[in-house]
């Protein structure tokens, strides 16, 4: 690849553009050209041939895309007495090393703290060490429901959407579900879900535990998918009562693609997100010995590889508005720190730095979806559903948020081939082939072959804009 920095054309004029990506191939989710993208100011001016500009990055041989919008992280999240192990550093260095140029985290509040507040303490530590652009989901929680009046004011201050547990700690009643649902669904929000039934969930483990079934092996097999399944067809049918579209979190099995499909017929407005666990990785991890079988431990579980067949399929079919990721990580120590029942151990794995090259490789390279797909998958339809307006299009007037991706290169996923700050992968060992080469921010390179060359706190809040 040549890379030249020119400062001005042959002319002896100023050139029009500060950066060029020359002759790549510009991969849109309606659209595959060969050509130039020429950024002025942060922004995309210009698409064409020819273009010249301060610098010319020629992408021949390249593909060029969006940068990828991941609306499902958590970036130093205190869940039970442990805080997930990605800051808002270490998770958006290695987010740009994965080609991801923006995310979605989450707030929650405190029970006699308004959502303005809790917004405001929670942007403080992503404005210090963010180095991609953010928005957040605000949570609503059982203790949240007398602060359904103050919706409309947070989709003001930039949260359009608001996440809704049916499972943990957090989860609402069915009752408290249609409240909820009413209150954000009013105000023209975007209600998301993490579906499971908890009640049947917690009757199982207790079941299990009782039985001495205590390894991870019945973590799977607390969680079926069938109660999987129920909850999100209950939550669907919530949401159509209480006149609400609804958003589903991390869909693992096609027991909820089944339901997805029936309430669609049915014509109510459901959108759904799987994540690449559910589509590279299989139960039977938790089978391993020890600590190795705790790591991979995350909810709604890893399933069977019939059922990751499956998804793949509905993957194909477009049942799929978006794949996040749901990255969570915890170290190997906090994993370890209670083996002696499975139901104590952290949930969550990391998944944000693999997310683009593995459904490109494991997608585009099996043929099960089109560059365009990926691109839609990915980029395009996480920035347009959740209103990140600026984002996940190669237009003008857009931000200039571009991966240079090179389709060719084969890697192995490793810990020390990772930013990720966990020290492990459930992905270890899994070939893929492609990888980001160039990430760019806002017409800022901020990863150019390997090299990170992002400054901690650079990243803007971006209001998610979902009303209307
Ligand atoms: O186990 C998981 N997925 N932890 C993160 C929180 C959630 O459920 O999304
Ligand atoms: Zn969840
Ligand atoms: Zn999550």
């Known amino acids: 690849m040549i890379d030249n920095n020119r400062k001005d054309n042959k002319f002896g004029s100023p050139l029009m553009f500060d950066l060029v990506i020359a002759n790549g191939k510009i991969i849109t989710s309606t ?3 060969l050509g130039d993208i020429g950024i002025k100011d942060g922004k995309i001016a210009a698409l064409g041939q020819d273009l010249e500009g301060a610098r010319v990055i020629d992408a021949a041989g390249r593909l060029v895309t969006p940068g990828a919008v991941d609306t499902h992280v958590h970036l130093e999240m205190p869940i039970g007495k442990y805080t997930s192990t990605d800051d808002f550093y270490t998770g958006t260095r290695a987010a740009v090393y994965g080609g991801t140029t923006s995310i979605i985290d989450f707030v929650e ?9 809790a917004l405001e303490e929670r942007r403080a530590p992503a404005a210090a060490r963010s180095v991609i652009d953010y928005g957040f989901h605000m949570t609503i929680g059982p203790d949240d429901l007398e602060k359904l009046e103050q919706i409309p004011e947070i989709m003001e201050a930039g949260c359009g959407s608001f996440k809704l547990y049916m499972a943990y700690g957090l989860h609402l009643r069915d009752d408290q579900l249609y409240k909820a649902l009413s209150a954000v669904g009013k105000a023209g929000g975007l209600p998301v879900v993490h579906a499971e039934n908890w009640d ?21 097999r607390s969680r079926p998918e069938e109660f999987e399944a129920e909850a999100a067809g209950r ?3 919530i949401a159509g009562q209480a006149g609400s579209r609804v958003h589903i979190f991390h869909v693992s099995c096609p027991q909820v693609v089944e339901e997805i499909s029936k309430a669609r017929a049915q014509g109510l407005p459901v959108t759904a997100e799987t994540c690449p666990q559910y589509l590279l990785l299989t139960q039977d991890l938790y089978d391993r010995e020890g600590v190795e079988g705790a790591l991979p431990i995350c909810s709604p579980p890893l399933r069977s590889d019939n059922s990751r067949r499956e998804l793949w399929q509905a993957v194909g079919s477009g049942l799929f508005d978006t794949i996040s990721t749901d990255h969570c990580p915890f170290c190997r120590e906090e994993k370890a720190a209670d083996l002696s029942a499975f139901n104590k151990i952290p949930g969550g794995i990391p998944s944000m730095e693999i997310r683009f090259s593995a459904m490109y490789s494991e997608g585009v390279g099996k043929e099960l979806i089109s560059e365009s797909e ?3 998958l990915c980029c395009t339809t996480p920035a347009r559903l959740f209103g990140l307006k600026q984002k996940g299009e190669i237009a003008i007037g857009r931000d200039a948020d571009i991966i240079i991706f090179d389709p060719e290169k084969e890697w192995t996923v490793t810990p020390d081939e990772l930013q990720e700050s966990a020290g492990w992968t459930p992905y270890e060992g899994i070939k893929l082939k492609g990888r980001p080469e160039y990430t760019i921010s806002r017409g800022e390179i901020l990863l150019e072959k390997g090299e990170f060359k992002a400054e901690k706190g650079r990243g803007l809040f971006q209001k998610t804009e979902t009303k209307g």
Request: glycine share 2%; proline share 5%; net charge negative.
């Open 31 to 33: 659209s595959v050209t």
């Open 109 to 117: 509040s405190r029970q006699a703290q308004t959502f303005s507040d």
């Open 200 to 220: 049947i969930i917690c009757a199982l483990i207790e079941e299990n535990i009782a039985k001495g079934n205590t390894s991870p092996h019945w973590h799977p």
């Open 235 to 237: 939550v669907i049918q």
């Open 374 to 376: 990926w691109v839609d």
